[in-house]
């Protein structure tokens, strides 16, 4: 378990509280499962813990900058994990699957993404 956030809570919050299982019965989540949100938070938590986090104090002390050319330049520890989010296809989750996303319930990506 993370520090960043407590699974066993937000697994009470999600199923029992919000029953986020009811929205797996609607059509446009049909293809999810509780086991399928559970790995795509098990991503999130990985990403916020291993690469986010470290890299928030980096950017927080070296604020991006213009360059001499006009370029906005950032922390490279906060490029690194605003890539690695990217990577792994959480910015576009919400969309539907024929947008090239992974037509997830907004309620899970904001679980996930707060």
Same mark, same amino acid.
């Given at each position: 378990?993370?520090?960043? &956030?407590? =699974?066993?809570? !937000?697994?009470?919050? #999600? @199923?029992?509280?919000? +029953?986020?299982?009811?929205?797996?019965?609607? $059509?446009?989540?049909?293809?999810?499962?509780?086991?399928?949100?559970?790995?795509?938070?098990?991503?999130?938590?990985? &990403?916020? =813990?291993?690469? !986010?986090?470290?890299? #928030? @104090?980096?950017?927080? +002390?070296?604020?991006?900058?213009?360059?001499? $050319?006009?370029?906005?330049?950032?922390?490279?520890?906060?490029?690194?994990?605003?890539?690695?989010?990217?990577?792994?296809?959480?910015?576009?989750?919400?969309?539907?699957?024929?947008?090239?996303?992974? +037509?997830?319930?907004?309620?899970?990506?904001?679980?996930?993404?707060?």
């Amino acid at each position: 378990m993370s520090d960043i &956030i407590n =699974r066993t809570d !937000l697994g009470f919050l #999600l @199923r029992d509280w919000l +029953q986020v299982d009811d929205l797996f019965a609607r $059509e446009e989540f049909v293809m999810h499962s509780y086991e399928a949100i559970d790995a795509v938070l098990d991503v999130v938590e990985r &990403i916020g =813990r291993d690469i !986010l986090a470290p890299a #928030l @104090r980096s950017a927080d +002390q070296n604020e991006p900058w213009i360059d001499a $050319e006009g370029g906005v330049r950032v922390d490279p520890a906060m490029r690194a994990a605003v890539l690695a989010i990217a990577e792994s296809g959480l910015f576009g989750a919400i969309f539907e699957e024929r947008d090239g996303g992974l +037509q997830l319930p907004f309620l899970v990506y904001a679980a996930g993404m707060s």
